[in-house]
């Protein structure tokens, strides 16, 4: 019996702390998800009733504005992510040029410095050069571009990295041109990469603080920022639906991007 338990121990300190990870990770959703079916209008747990009534306040010109701007502002982050960094990293990974190993730091250098003085720089830079009206709408887009950049550069890195080459080089010796195989061999071959370096861009720029919190302007506001501005004055089970609804769209796409990029058989190395 000592034996058994002694081989048996470390399994099961393994899986409770295990259960203990997702629980940390999944019980604060949960307890979300309580309390924004709560009918009162104040925060209790358990709920003495149950509503759908702050969901209704989701989709009011209160939140649905934010909302947008928020889902606008990441998909255009993605994308210019998702192209500068895929140049990036293919330059990187094709070709051996001088600062090539400095390029690649410069492209990766935005982890190590925090996101709200990457805010605070292109703000005071805007200010200095005159150019007020970029803030807004464009200044968002360039600082979420900024903060989200390395997650592209390294996926699609990772990307051009693994695969064989031996498969363009067959493509050419068939007669491929070099732009042919690029498009019909190489991208195809990236894929999964880049839609996973551009649904990791997404998501951070969605979630995005410290850069927004510098950047919006009165009528164009992210979610977060507007969720800060509300808790300023009260707090309700509103937020608790407005983040349901949040999580649920951002899930929504992150799942419609695995379906077209099929990125999870990159990430986990499935075949």
């Given amino acids: 019996m000592r034996r058994f338990l ?12 295990v259960v203990l990870i997702y ?5 604060p959703i949960a307890i979300v998800v309580l309390v924004s079916l709560n009918a009162e209008p104040y925060l209790t ?6 509503s759908l009534r702050w969901y209704r306040q989701v989709f009011t ?18 994308l210019g992510s998702g192209l500068l960094g895929g140049l990036g990293a293919f330059a990187i990974a094709r070709y051996k040029f001088p600062g090539r190993a400095a390029l690649q730091a410069f492209l990766m250098s935005p982890l190590s410095i925090p996101s709200i003085v990457t805010g605070v720089a292109i ?7 005159n150019l007020q009206g970029m803030l807004g709408t464009p200044a968002l887009i360039v600082g979420h571009i900024v903060v989200t950049l390395p997650f592209t550069v390294r996926m699609i890195g990772i990307s051009l990295f693994n695969f064989d080459r031996s498969v363009e080089q067959a493509a050419a010796n068939l007669g491929a041109r070099p732009g042919q195989v690029l498009w019909h061999v190489t991208l195809p071959l990236m894929k999964p990469g880049i839609f996973a370096g551009m649904t990791f861009a997404f998501i951070v720029s969605f979630n995005n ?3 927004s919190l510098f950047l919006v302007r009165p009528g164009a506001t992210t979610l977060p920022i507007e969720i800060l501005n509300f ?16 999580l649920v769209i951002v899930l929504a796409l992150v799942a419609i991007a695995e379906r077209a990029g099929g990125f999870t058989k990159f990430v986990y190395g499935r075949s």
């Fill in 61 to 78: 010109p209160t939140w649905l504005p934010p909302l947008r701007y928020s889902l606008v502002i990441a998909a255009a982050a993605a």
């Fill in 6 to 17: 002694k081989i048996q121990a470390p399994a099961l300190l393994f899986r409770a702390v």
């Fill in 23 to 27: 629980a940390f990770m999944f019980l």
């Fill in 123 to 129: 703000l005071q830079f805007a200010t200095m050069v």
């Fill in 231 to 246: 808790l300023q004055y009260r707090l309700d089970p509103t937020l608790a639906a407005v983040n349901m609804v949040s």
């Fill in 45 to 50: 747990l358990p709920p003495e009733s149950f």
């Fill in 209 to 211: 603080v410290p850069v």
